[in-house]
């Protein structure tokens, strides 16, 4: 009998299933697929003498060759939890789809295991969650189709972030440490910018990256956040940009469940000449900014004044 190929056996797996799989839904599937050579492996096999034992040998090999698949296999990673396998072809169609004019994905691509399509836009309302309940972060979606684009067409290209929000740092303080960093005039919230993106990989990584870059030029913290990423070279690339960069980078899955992958690097000072230039071309940053001026007049942040994305009820 041949010896048992994994990666062609791998490929054949995910052509049969036609969507990404993880590496033990492919070994479970490889068990019943081809049940005489994985009986004729386990015989060979010093460690698997039963099909839960060879099913796990075989999870871990196909782990193990994760950079041999992508390179000469066709077959790329999504970098999600667990890992998943899927054929470049299937992603290339996204891929390939045409941006708009502020570089957002089309709406047709598809997130996690395929069975659910989201648009960028549907990233938005899930970002905010995510930022409230498990941040702090108090958000609002900046629409650039609410700029005033006075200087042409692409005049206010990598100009808007998609998210912005504001962290307030002074909630717990005392009166007395209020009023000294008042009288030292030092900062008492910080200011922050997201870059969504449904899908990041290796084509359009560092594209996305430096969007991000651009976009969050005046604020405190910056962040690029994506709901899927494809492969793990451009995970690679993501850390090392984000190392020389300072942007952050979080992942967004499908349910809403946020991950800081990298942490953002602090700037010390808001950028007012870039937030100038943001206040006189889009009615949303304006809104942002008038409730940062009044947050720093009274103290008060009231979430009724943000994107909607608890009931105001909750509202200590």
Sequence with gaps: MAKFNLTSKVREVLEERGQPMTAREIAARMLSKYPEECEEKKGRSVRADTDAELENSLRHEILSATKRLEKNHGILTLE???????????VDAAENKDDDLDGHTSPTEVVGDGTRKLSESDLYPMLLQHLWEDLGIYGMRIDERHSRN??????????HPDIVGVRNLSEDWSRKILDCVEARGEPKAELLSF????????????ESFFQAVSNSSWANYGYLVAGRVVGSETMKELRILSNLHGIGFIRLDAEGQGQIEFQ???REGVDWDTANRLVEENRDFKKYIDLIRTFSQSGRLNMRDWNDVIDPGEED
């Design 80 to 90: 999600e939890r667990p890992k998943k396998f899927g054929l470049a072809k299937s």
């Design 150 to 159: 006075q200087h042409g067409w692409r005049g206010n290209h990598w100009l």
């Design 264 to 266: 953002a690097r602090e």
């Design 195 to 206: 870059e969504v993106k449904l899908e990041i990989n290796r084509s359009n990584v560092r």
